[in-house]
C-alpha cells in the first residue's frame, strides 16, 4: 500500500525527536543492540558502494580508559591537533547567529553565566565522558580519500542517529574527540593512516537534566529551499 507523503509514520518521528543530547542515564546497551545499529547505519549510500567508515565502540572499562585520557589531556590545557578542518576559521552570518543561539541556549538552562570560563570548560569537558553514555563511539575514515567520501560518512552517521532513536536510544554526535587523535590511538586500534573524525554518545537521555531541554531552532524550508516548476503556492 502506497502511503501518503502526509503520513507521519515511525521515521518521521524518529527524525523529529532526535537530538544532541548530553546528559545520559547509566543503562547499558548490549553489544548486540550496538552491532544492529551498526549494521543499519552501514545501509546508507555511498559513491560507487565504497562504505568509508571505520568504528570503535568502548563500553565498560576500555570506555573509561579512553574517556579518562582524553579529559586529562584537555584540562591540562591540550587542545589537541586537528587532522582536519570542522569550522571556518572566522564565522559569519547567519552560522555565527545559529551557533550563538545553541550556545547562549545551553549555558542558559545549565545556569552557566556569561563570562564564566571554568564552568564553560567544565561543561565542555563532560563531551570526553561521552556525557555519562554507557557507550562512545569513535570514527575514522582512511586519511586518503576525498571529500565525497566524507560527504557519505554524513549519510552513515545521520542513518545510526535515526536507527537509535527508532529504539528508544538517544545519540550526541561529537566533534571534540577529533583534535585528540594522537590521545585516542594510545587507548584504540587506530592506524596511521585512519583520521578521527567525531565521536558519538549513545544510551538512554536522563529525562530530569536540563540540557536535555534545549530544541534548537531549524529554519522553515522557504529559507533553504528554492523549488521550481511544481504546482501550487510553494512552487514558482
Known amino acids: 500500500m502506497t502511503r501518503s507523503p502526509d503520513d507521519s509514520g515511525p ?8 537530538r ?3 546528559a545520559f542515564r547509566p543503562d547499558p546497551v548490549s553489544a548486540e543492540t550496538v552491532a544492529a545499529l ?5 545501509q546508507a549510500p555511498s559513491g560507487t558502494n565504497m562504505q568509508p567508515w571505520r568504528v570503535y565502540a568502548v563500553a565498560g572499562e576500555a570506555r573509561t580508559r579512553l574517556c579518562d ?3 586529562a589531556a584537555f584540562l591540562a590545557g591540550d587542545a589537541g591537533e586537528p587532522a582536519h578542518r570542522y569550522y571556518p576559521e572566522t564565522f559569519f552570518e547567519p552560522y555565527l547567529g545559529r551557533r550563538r543561539q545553541v550556545g547562549y541556549g545551553l549555558y542558559a538552562l545549565l545556569g552557566i553565566p556569561k563570562g564564566d570560563s571554568a564552568r564553560m570548560k567544565a561543561q565542555h569537558a563532560r563531551n570526553f565522558r561521552f556525557f555519562d553514555a554507557p557507550v562512545g563511539l ?3 575514515i582512511d586519511a586518503r580519500l576525498a571529500i565525497g567520501s566524507w560527504l557519505d560518512y554524513g549519510g552513515f552517521l545521520q542513518t545510526l542517529m535515526i536507527a537509535a532513536r527508532a529504539r528508544g536510544l538517544d545519540t550526541c554526535p561529537q566533534a571534540a574527540f577529533a583534535p585528540y587523535h594522537a590521545v585516542i590511538r594510545r587507548h584504540l586500534p587506530v592506524g596511521e593512516d585512519e583520521s578521527v573524525i567525531c565521536g558519538m554518545a549513545l544510551g538512554y537521555a536522563d529525562p530530569h537534566a536540563p540540557e536535555n531541554r534545549l530544541t534548537p531552532d531549524r529554519e522553515p524550508v522557504a529559507c ?3 523549488m521550481l516548476g511544481f504546482e501550487g503556492p510553494r512552487g514558482a
Not at 551498526?38 to 552501514?42: G, I
Open 11 to 18: 521515521v518521521d518521528r524518529a527524525i523529529r525527536t532526535r
Open 69 to 71: 585520557a582524553v579529559e
Open 20 to 22: 544532541a543530547v548530553r
Open 38 to 42: 551498526l549494521d543499519l547505519a552501514a
Open 224 to 226: 533553504f529551499a528554492t
Open 138 to 140: 569513535i570514527f575514522t
